[in-house]
């Protein structure tokens, strides 16, 4: 583990964000890397390395309600690209985005397909807490784009428990 630290303090930025992807993947014994990933969601100028330190940090145990603020705020950008990995990283903290799943709903109706299809699946790993997002899901069954209809088609088979 401390030599992933130290890479992640002393990479270039899209490498750091892979590095801090690795250790949201090594989950709660990945504690040490903390207050290095503290460090990077602080800093409002890299939002991509933002989202990911806001999920490693929720993955090796941090509570939720003080990380997913800054992955709601992303979900909002301007941004598609973004939007889209925002979105993927609420899907991460499962049933501890339902709070956000009006956001995601809305997102089934972006402009941009790689946004809708990763609402659609974000909701899907939320499961039966994105209920009210059924309507828009429904909806998303019809959309132009097949991947989107197929994510929908599955979001809606785990929020019904299926």
Sequence with gaps: MPALVEAIE??????????VEAVAAIGPAAAAAEPVLRGLMGNEEEPFQRLA???????IGLPSKDLL??????????APGLRRFA???????????AGATGLMAEALQDPEVVVRACAAEAL??????AVDAVPALQAACSDGDRRVQSLAASALRKIRGE
């Excluded at 330190?53 to 993955?59: D, H, Q, V």
């Excluded at 603020?69 to 301007?78: C, F, H, L």
């Design 69 to 78: 603020p800054v992955v709601v705020e992303a979900a909002r950008s301007g």
């Design 53 to 59: 330190a806001a999920t490693a940090l929720f993955r």
């Design 87 to 97: 979105i993927t990283c609420l899907g991460q903290f499962g049933a501890e985005a």
């Design 124 to 129: 899907g790993r939320i499961g039966p807490p």
């Design 10 to 19: 002393k990479t270039t930025d899209y490498v750091r964000t892979r590095y």
